[in-house]
């Protein structure tokens, strides 16, 4: 949906999704460290204040790019907020998570990105971040209908290359032999001794959502152990980018990303460089 822009100048951008778990259960996913790093990003919860309650949010989207959002709101299990921004000339976004408990044994999980300005330049940045919701809010229902409070560890890689959205997604899915994968279809791939199989979960494939170019592909592993594989390329950062996050569970996810997580970075550093600032 666009940006609601209201009369006193706040901007933002609203999503939602219905999961599985009582509302302690999602809230030990999308307001703990462990649980957010679990489908989202690494995160830690620091700085605790004289109630106990995080005062602080450390999330890291990718090596060396982290942020650290000051909690506002800590109310377990219905509603966490933060403030944070998106660079030293950005206004300060709040990020609004409440939970809603629903029959049948799930909740409602809603999202509020907002911020003050008075032109549009920010627009962009609250419709990508929109648009990037979907993907990782089908490894959050998954995480917690399959893997809730289980061990996870995760690798993150991510680069840029080619002249489009399309020829990064077609040279990253060939890469991996995924070019002609199908939802429910087996697959298998090796990078630099580094071997995965599982089977195709979701593909969506390259499509405009409002102003950026964005495909994903999901592929739900059993090797090297259970877990998801999610790939991307988009032009929200404007320019093509390729994105591989696996979110690995169970006792041997750790000693997993100790073996892989070079493996991987350094084919995707190979494939998709980074350009130099």
């Not at 917690?144 to 899915?173: D, P, T, Y």
Request: charged fraction near 20%; hydrophobic fraction near 40%; aromatic fraction near 8%.
């Amino acid at each position: 949906m666009p940006v609601k822009k209201e009369a006193n100048g706040r901007r933002s951008i609203q999503v939602e999704v219905e999961v599985p778990g009582t509302p302690e259960q999602v809230w030990q996913a999308i307001a703990t460290g462990p649980g957010i790093s679990a489908w989202f990003v690494p995160t830690e919860m620091i700085e605790p204040g004289p109630d106990g309650k995080p005062t602080k949010m450390k999330m890291e989207f990718a090596p060396g790019m982290e942020s650290a959002a000051s909690i506002t709101a800590y109310d377990a299990p219905r509603r966490l907020a933060a403030e944070d921004s998106w660079g030293p000339d950005s206004p300060v976004i709040a990020t609004e998570w409440t939970v809603e408990a629903r029959s049948g044994g799930t909740c409602l999980v809603r999202v509020v990105h907002s911020l003050f300005a008075e032109t549009d330049d920010w627009d962009n940045q609250l419709e990508g971040v929109e648009n990037g919701w979907p993907g990782f809010f089908r490894i959050l229902k998954n995480y917690l209908a399959n893997f809730r409070g289980q061990r996870s560890a995760s690798i993150q890689a991510m680069g840029m290359g080619g002249s489009s959205v399309a020829e990064v997604w077609s040279k990253l899915l060939s890469g991996l032999n995924l070019s002609d994968a199908r939802e429910g279809q087996r697959v298998r791939a090796t990078v630099n001794g580094a071997s995965i199989s599982g089977v195709v979960g979701t593909v969506v494939p390259i499509h405009k959502a409002l102003k950026h170019e964005e495909a994903t592909l999901q592929v739900h592993l059993d090797e090297p152990v259970p877990g998801v594989l999610a790939l991307g390329a988009n032009n929200c950062m404007g320019g093509p980018m390729a994105t591989i996050y696996f979110y690995l569970y169970g006792n041997n996810a750790d000693s997993v990303v100790k073996r892989d997580a070079e493996k991987w970075q350094g084919w995707m550093a190979e494939k998709f460089p980074m350009p130099q600032m």
